[in-house]
Nanobody, 113 residues
Framework: QLVESGGGLVQTGGSLTLSCAAS????????MGWYRQAPGKERELVVT???????QYADSVKGRFTISRDAAKNTMFLQMNGLKPEDTAVYYC?????????WGQGTQVTVSS
């Protein structure tokens, strides 16, 4: 089970940190990531991280967003800086475990101009 938190309303240029709390060790997932879905658009990748800490960022967030993990808290984070109105979306965390994908319920991020 994955549970996101930390979304909210922020002005352009502001920052937010999203959290994804897992019910198992986050290093038991072969990969984890953050995805987002804006109204009327398909869900898209924001960033992924493997158990070996290899990361892949979408070009649109490179240099602004940073993924991290806290093993002691079984939590993954997404630090978002320099937010833009186009970052407005529901953000989901995902974990790949064995042959299954697990998704959180999503957290809304709204960036006002």
């Amino acid at each position: 089970q994955l549970v996101e938190s930390g979304g909210g309303l922020v002005q352009t240029g502001g920052s937010l940190t999203l959290s994804c709390a897992a019910s198992r060790s986050i290093f038991s997932f072969s990969a984890m990531g953050w995805y987002r879905q804006a109204p009327g658009k398909e869900r898209e990748l924001v960033v992924t991280i493997t158990s070996g800490s290899t990361t892949q960022y979408a070009d649109s967030v490179k240099g602004r967003f940073t993924i991290s993990r806290d093993a002691a808290k079984n939590t993954m984070f997404l630090q978002m800086n320099g937010l833009k109105p186009e970052d407005t979306a529901v953000y989901y965390c995902r974990g790949d475990y064995v042959l299954s994908q697990y998704w959180g319920q999503g957290t809304q991020v709204t960036v006002s101009s």
